[in-house]
């Protein structure tokens, strides 16, 4: 099934062609097939004809179907599910779930402006693998590799949200939610990356965002959040090249064309630190490249900063100036663990080697910083000025998935002895970082810790408003772009242990994660009430969901799913109403 050979074959396409109608596209594979990697101009060629049914019986094999796979019609959430939880925090004495919902800081607001909303992704939560055309990502291939994903889940039916995204809409607005942010499957609208369209994807997606704009949600699009078509992987190495930089603006400029008229946020790539982090993929599953481990995360992240760039200049010129076009960068706040000048400077390059190495360039000098291009100029070839050009101010407003905060210091054996040298375990970054205040501070963890599944995860909601404050001194005031302001476009919690309880009602009272939301939500209140430009927010996410290598054990959501049942049902949880409670108290419309 994961076979080199095949590998070999897609890798050396001498003349990629696509052709047919979108329910029966071919790619011709051919190469000089001879056991190497590389075509020889004397050896004989092989070619083949591969339809998208081979492709996925090829690289993927056998996919699962889910139990109902025509749309769901919305069933009407009954107003007992809208019966918040007795409350965690506004009354010392809970006396029942009819306690009102004060008190309220007066100092605090929202912006009449201040747009808020809930946020999932496509290979997370769609299913539907396989249907109506849709091509392999690398996720579906990564789904299949021994031990990858800790439950051996798959997301072939996930949410099954690919057909009942109805409910989904229909839920959210009971809710009162204002936005919804999914992402787009880049091999459901082109099977194979690039060639023809699936115009099954382009009316699935045309309903989606309809059915939004019919309950009174506004609807925002992510172009790629992480889900690689997995022919453009297995033929010149996805991100690893720059090849893909034309096949991404282009998925990019059909998107723009097909939904612009009815969708005005759009970030073009979800979290490159996390996805480009992801190279080197696991050897036996995917086509081997040959750079070295180490450099493969910068390979990718210069073909993020030329795709994301351009796609932003042909979003702009098709969508004009009402809409906003940026990427989510990501990234925890990072605090010195003690006052020592190493750890000052272990900071800052953790900065740059995180937040940094896409934000800089995009919104400070159109160049990596400083220590990533002393890095990198090694190995990856310098930006052109014009594409320096393209890439400095391709964003409208600062987005980050903000989810926690860690300390930094410089490495034991000091900082000199990591800088330079590629054989240190920290290098090239040479920053490392711990949950945990010093012994001297008292060694406490920086706050509770989410499910195990997520152990880069705690709550630490205190140090939101110097974040915010941060994120805005540092990349949003002297940008020398229309930048405005930052916004926080995902921020959650994987409750500990939530995949392993049993009890419905108990699943339903997600109280870590409610104080998580409670308290985030006052954070950026308070950043906003010291003048921190703070324009929007996003939760992660609205339903219990597939958690990548987690699989169906550690979870997100404000919604539980119980994947054990065929249906699929949804149900609120205590945070769902949490979040909401924010708005109704401190946004323009609520309150007094
Ligand atoms: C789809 O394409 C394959 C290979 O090109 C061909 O053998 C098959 O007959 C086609 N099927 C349909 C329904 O056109
Ligand atoms: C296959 O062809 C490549 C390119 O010409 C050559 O370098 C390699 O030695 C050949 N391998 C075998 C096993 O013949
Ligand atoms: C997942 O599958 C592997 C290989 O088949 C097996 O060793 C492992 O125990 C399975 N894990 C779980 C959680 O079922
Ligand atoms: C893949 O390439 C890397 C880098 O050249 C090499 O270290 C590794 O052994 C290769 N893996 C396989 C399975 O060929
Ligand atoms: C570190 O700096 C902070 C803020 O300036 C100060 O409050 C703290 O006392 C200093 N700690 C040590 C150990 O010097
Ligand atoms: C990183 O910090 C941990 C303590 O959190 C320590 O055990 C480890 O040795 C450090 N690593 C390096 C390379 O300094
Ligand atoms: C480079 O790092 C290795 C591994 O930590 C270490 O043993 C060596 O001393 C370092 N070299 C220098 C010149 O600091
Ligand atoms: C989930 O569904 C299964 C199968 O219908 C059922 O046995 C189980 O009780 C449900 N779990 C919860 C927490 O509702
Ligand atoms: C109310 O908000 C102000 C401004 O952010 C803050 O300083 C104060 O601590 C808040 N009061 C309470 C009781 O949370
Ligand atoms: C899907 O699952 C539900 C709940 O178990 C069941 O009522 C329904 O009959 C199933 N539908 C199909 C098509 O299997």
Same mark, same amino acid.
């Given at each position: 099934?994961?076979?080199?050979?095949?590998?070999?074959?897609?890798?050396?396409?001498?003349?990629?062609?696509?052709? %047919?109608?979108?329910?029966?596209?071919?790619? !011709? *594979?051919?190469?000089?097939?001879?056991?190497?990697?590389?075509?020889?101009?004397?050896?004989?060629?092989?070619?083949?004809? #591969?339809?998208?049914?081979?492709?996925?019986?090829? #690289?993927?094999?056998?996919?699962?179907?889910?139990?109902?796979?025509?749309?769901?019609?919305?069933?009407?959430?009954?107003?007992?599910?809208?019966?918040?939880?007795?409350?965690?925090? &506004?009354?010392?004495?809970?006396?029942?779930?009819?306690?009102?919902?004060?008190? +309220?800081? =007066?100092?605090?607001?929202?912006?009449?402006?201040?747009?808020?909303?809930?946020?999932?992704?496509?290979?997370?939560? =769609?299913?539907?693998?396989?249907? /109506?055309?849709?091509?392999?990502?690398?996720?579906?291939?990564?789904?299949?590799?021994?031990?990858?994903?800790?439950?051996?889940? !798959?997301?072939?039916? *996930?949410?099954?949200?690919?057909?009942?995204? @109805?409910?989904?809409?229909?839920?959210?607005?009971?809710?009162?939610? +204002?936005?919804?942010?999914?992402?787009?499957?880049?091999?459901?609208?082109?099977?194979?990356?690039?060639?023809?369209?699936?115009?099954?994807?382009?009316?699935?997606?045309?309903?989606?965002?309809?059915?939004?704009?019919?309950?009174?949600?506004?609807?925002?699009?992510?172009?790629?959040?992480?889900?690689?078509?997995?022919?453009?992987?297995?033929?010149?190495?996805?991100?690893?090249?720059?090849?893909?930089?034309?096949?991404?603006?282009?998925?990019?400029?059909?998107?723009?064309?097909?939904?612009?008229?009815?969708?005005?946020?759009?970030?073009?790539?979800?979290?490159?630190?996390?996805?480009?982090?992801? $190279?080197?993929?696991?050897?036996?599953?995917? @086509?081997?490249?040959?750079?070295?481990?180490?450099?493969?995360?910068?390979?990718?992240?210069?073909?993020?900063?030329?795709?994301?760039?351009?796609?932003?200049?042909?979003? @702009?010129?098709?969508?004009?100036?009402?809409?906003?076009?940026?990427? +989510?960068?990501?990234?925890?706040?990072?605090?010195? #663990?003690?006052?020592?000048?190493?750890?000052?400077?272990?900071?800052?390059?953790?900065?740059?080697?995180?937040?940094?190495?896409?934000?800089?360039?995009?919104?400070?000098? %159109?160049? $990596?910083?400083?220590?990533?291009?002393?890095?990198?100029? %090694?190995?990856?070839?310098?930006?052109?000025?014009?594409?320096?050009?393209?890439?400095?101010?391709?964003?409208?407003?600062?987005?980050?998935? *903000?989810?926690? *905060?860690?300390?930094?210091?410089?490495?034991?054996?000091?900082?000199?002895?990591?800088?330079?040298?590629?054989?240190?375990?920290?290098?090239?970054?040479?920053?490392?970082?711990? &949950?945990?205040?010093?012994?001297?501070?008292?060694?406490?963890?920086?706050?509770?810790?989410?499910?195990?599944?997520?152990?880069?995860?705690?709550?630490?909601?205190?140090?939101?408003?110097?974040?915010?404050?941060?994120?805005?001194?540092?990349?949003?005031?002297?940008?020398?772009?229309?930048?405005?302001?930052?916004?926080?476009?995902?921020?959650?919690?994987?409750?500990?242990?939530?995949?392993?309880?049993?009890?419905?009602?108990?699943?339903?009272?997600?109280?870590?994660? !409610?104080?998580?939301?409670?308290?985030?939500?006052?954070?950026?209140?308070?950043?906003?009430?010291?003048?921190?430009?703070?324009?929007?927010?996003?939760?992660?996410?609205?339903?219990?969901?597939? /958690?990548?290598?987690?699989?169906?054990?550690?979870?997100?959501?404000?919604?539980?799913?119980?994947?054990?049942?065929?249906? #699929?049902?949804?149900? &609120? +949880?205590?945070?769902?109403?949490?979040?909401?409670?924010?708005?109704?108290?401190?946004?323009?419309?609520?309150?007094?």
């Amino acid at each position: 099934m994961y076979s080199q050979v095949l590998f070999a074959l897609m890798g050396a396409v001498a003349s990629q062609t696509t052709s %047919g109608t979108p329910t029966n596209q071919s790619i !011709t *594979a051919s190469a000089a097939y001879n056991g190497s990697t590389t075509p020889s101009p004397t050896s004989p060629i092989l070619q083949l004809n #591969l339809n998208l049914e081979d492709v996925w019986d090829l #690289l993927i094999g056998p996919v699962a179907v889910a139990n109902t796979t025509t749309t769901y019609s919305p069933t009407p959430v009954p107003s007992s599910s809208l019966i918040p939880p007795p409350p965690l925090y &506004y009354s010392p004495f809970p006396t029942g779930q009819q306690v009102p919902l004060t008190p +309220k800081n =007066e100092s605090w607001s929202f912006p009449s402006d201040f747009w808020w909303g809930v946020a999932g992704a496509a290979f997370q939560i =769609e299913g539907a693998a396989k249907d /109506e055309g849709r091509g392999p990502s690398v996720w579906d291939a990564l789904t299949r590799v021994t031990n990858h994903i800790v439950d051996n889940s !798959t997301a072939d039916v *996930a949410d099954n949200n690919y057909y009942m995204y @109805k409910e989904d809409i229909s839920r959210l607005a009971a809710q009162g939610v +204002k936005i919804y942010s999914f992402s787009l499957s880049w091999s459901r609208i082109l099977p194979f990356g690039r060639g023809p369209v699936n115009q099954q994807a382009i009316d699935h997606y045309n309903d989606l965002i309809n059915t939004c704009i019919e309950y009174g949600v506004e609807p925002s699009v992510t172009l790629y959040h992480w889900d690689t078509p997995l022919v453009l992987q297995d033929t010149y190495g996805g991100w690893l090249s720059e090849d893909i930089v034309p096949d991404f603006v282009e998925y990019a400029r059909i998107a723009f064309e097909a939904f612009g008229d009815r969708v005005s946020k759009w970030y073009t790539v979800n979290e490159p630190i996390v996805f480009c982090n992801q $190279y080197p993929l696991p050897a036996q599953y995917f @086509k081997n490249f040959t750079i070295p481990n180490k450099q493969q995360p910068f390979h990718c992240g210069q073909s993020v900063l030329l795709a994301h760039s351009q796609a932003y200049h042909v979003g @702009k010129s098709i969508l004009g100036d009402h809409s906003s076009i940026t990427y +989510k960068n990501n990234g925890g706040y990072k605090i010195p #663990l003690t006052n020592s000048s190493a750890d000052a400077q272990a900071v800052q390059r953790a900065w740059d080697f995180n937040e940094g190495w896409f934000s800089d360039p995009v919104y400070l000098t %159109g160049d $990596y910083p400083e220590s990533v291009k002393e890095y990198v100029s %090694g190995f990856l070839r310098d930006f052109t000025d014009e594409e320096k050009q393209q890439i400095l101010g391709s964003s409208d407003f600062y987005a980050h998935d *903000a989810y926690t *905060a860690q300390f930094y210091m410089a490495p034991d054996s000091g900082l000199d002895s990591c800088i330079g040298n590629v054989t240190h375990p920290l290098y090239p970054s040479c920053a490392n970082t711990t &949950y945990t205040y010093s012994a001297e501070d008292g060694g406490w963890v920086i706050g509770p810790a989410a499910d195990p599944g997520s152990p880069w995860l705690h709550k630490a909601t205190d140090w939101v408003p110097a974040f915010l404050k941060y994120m805005q001194d540092t990349w949003v005031t002297p940008s020398p772009g229309p930048v405005k302001g930052v916004a926080v476009t995902e921020f959650g919690f994987a409750e500990p242990f939530e995949g392993s309880k049993t009890l419905l009602q108990d699943i339903l009272y997600d109280a870590v994660r !409610t104080s998580y939301y409670h308290d985030y939500m006052e954070a950026i209140l308070m950043a906003i009430a010291e003048g921190t430009d703070v324009v929007g927010c996003l939760a992660w996410s609205f339903v219990d969901n597939f /958690e990548w290598q987690q699989g169906y054990a550690s979870r997100f959501g404000m919604q539980y799913v119980n994947f054990s049942d065929p249906a #699929l049902p949804r149900y &609120y +949880k205590a945070s769902f109403f949490e979040y909401i409670n924010a708005f109704k108290i401190y946004g323009s419309e609520g309150g007094d």
